[in-house]
């Protein structure tokens, strides 16, 4: 397994392809991940505030996570997207991705990755990943995808070295 | 008193000036506000998801709201900006616009917005005037902005007919 920093050019087509192939992702959601890759190839990864950061398995984009500092904050990141492919999942790839990540954002000056996800049974397994990471849930925002769906956030701190 | 819901080629310039012009906004929030304003009028209303509501006093734009529905909900909206120019505050004019705001989301189909603010001192009165338009706070996530500063979520419901 590889892990990389930064997208290539058509790789947009990747990362729709990867993000519809997850059966958790609705049709809407897939053209946003595209859009956020979209944005981070035309515009480039510091302008667009998206970063990406893909593992890749004998040459094929296997997983992936979309990130960015939140605008009016100080070192506050949002963790867009965690998405892995549907036949590498269950191996502790997306573990390693978000450990990753956070190192990234780390050096970055990063202090703290909000996520936020939703609170329906769909979402279960979502959620206890990112409890079994160390995420904490700070808030819930009821009816907030649509009735009876809240928005559930989770938030980690950095560990300081 | 004259309002509207588009904005015109060129008053970014205005939006930016505006916001800069009251002292609770950071430059790097004016730089947002005219972002979005740049958004607007380059890819539209609707395709850029962001909209603007104006309050024109004889010709001069003295306030304005910036909202959008967001991602992924159904319904549920982002009030992003509310402005009055300083010397036409505490006439109400902000109420107003809040309320022909909330007016035009209905219309749109929207049923819930949100709001965020900052738990600083220097934000007690725009938390007070959030509260008394009828807006509750729903969450507040400690330390986000950064140290010591939190940042606290209102919803309001929007009222059926």
């Known amino acids: 397994m590889r892990f990389r920093t930064y997208l290539q050019p058509g790789e947009q087509r990747i990362i729709r392809e990867l993000t519809a192939s997850v059966a958790a992702f609705h049709d809407y959601e897939v053209e946003i991940a595209g859009e956020l890759a979209d944005e981070n190839l035309s515009k480039g990864s510091e302008t667009s505030g998206y970063h990406f950061f893909l593992a890749e398995q004998e040459g094929e984009i296997v997983g992936f996570t979309c990130f960015g500092e939140i605008p009016c904050t100080r070192g506050r990141y949002d963790l867009y997207w965690i998405v892995v492919k ?4 269950g191996k502790g790839l997306g573990r390693e991705l978000l450990r990753k990540t956070e190192e990234a954002i780390k050096t970055r000056g ?3 990755i909000y996520v936020e996800t939703s609170s329906q049974e769909a979402y279960f397994v979502t959620r206890r990943f990112y409890e079994r990471c ?13 009735d009876g769906d809240a928005k559930v956030t989770y938030c980690r701190d950095l560990p300081a070295e």
């Open 86 to 89: 549907k036949n590498c999942q």
């Open 134 to 146: 160390g995420y904490l849930e700070i808030g819930r925002f009821p009816d907030f995808y649509e």
């Open 110 to 112: 990063g202090q703290k």
